[in-house]
Nanobody, 130 residues
């Protein structure tokens, strides 16, 4: 079983930056390695549906972002450390949410759709105050 553990979420002021991480455990036990998982970040604010934030392919060559974060957020991965990152800049109160990482062991390119992802983390809370 692949286990994803997010960290780094906290309370920040609007305009500040924050980097959240997602460490993957057990990938080799699943029969794959982290470098063969497409990865993504999603987020969910209170009372709202979970929404796509960003996705990245195996080697990081293909990246996509939601329009709402394009130009402010950057997704990256370190396959040697089995870790996914999300650098968030110019944060806004609307960015407040629980941020989840997700892994897709079946595709090279990360999808924008939740249903594509087999493994999810427990989430890390990001709160942006105005």
């Amino acid at each position: 079983q692949v286990r994803l553990v997010e960290s780094g979420g906290r309370l920040v002021q609007a305009g500040e930056s924050l980097n959240v991480s997602c460490a993957a455990f057990g990938a080799t036990a699943h029969g794959n390695t982290f470098r063969s998982f497409a990865m993504a970040w999603f987020r969910q604010a209170p009372g709202k549906e979970r929404q796509f934030v960003a996705a990245i392919s195996w080697l990081g060559g293909a990246i996509s972002y939601a329009d709402s974060v394009l130009g402010r957020f950057a997704i990256s991965r370190d396959n040697d450390k089995s870790t996914l990152y999300l650098q968030m800049n110019s944060l806004k109160p609307d960015d407040s949410a629980v941020y989840y990482c997700a892994a897709d062991p079946n595709s090279e390119i990360g999808s924008r759709k939740e249903v594509a992802y087999d493994f999810w983390g427990q989430g890390t809370q990001v709160t942006v105050s105005s």
